[in-house]
């Protein structure tokens, strides 16, 4: 009993202590996804400022847990080979729209995602680049298959 009375104000503690972490958690979390190097790119007239994921953690990470994006802001993901990569949005708050390039950056598809699903959106053929933008951004600027992304030659090598 005695230990009771000692021990239970120390649980009492506890919580609020876990309550005030929390949110640093988060808040490091989301600052880290926004650590990622930024390329500028541009699709016909238009600059895009892309964070750039190059190596398999910031790939699997993406875009998860965004409750929004700048208009001209998106995720260049770089991949260390060509082959028909595909995406979908678990996690994902927003949605977007996903251009798969090859090596030129020649768009061969755009494919539209929906949030918080697992569907599978794959390049039409094998591809190095994908670029994700807010969902329409390519065909309210006019961009469609078989035009070119501009600046993929400036990422970094893939890890």
Known sequence: MIF??????????IPLRLASI????FATTALAQ??????ELSANF???EAEVAADQASRA???MYRESMAANRGMLFVF?????HCMWMRNTLLPLSVAFLDDQGKILNIEDMRPLTEDNHCASAPVRFALEMNRGYFAEKG????????GLGN???PR
């Open 4 to 13: 009771l009375k000692r021990f239970l104000p120390r649980l009492r503690v």
């Open 22 to 25: 929390v949110p640093l958690i």
């Open 34 to 39: 926004t650590s990622l190097p930024t390329l």
């Open 46 to 48: 238009h600059r895009v």
């Open 61 to 63: 990470r993406g875009l």
């Open 80 to 84: 260390p080979w060509a082959e028909r």
């Open 143 to 150: 961009i469609k298959p078989g035009q070119r992304i501009g």
């Open 155 to 157: 990422s970094p090598i």
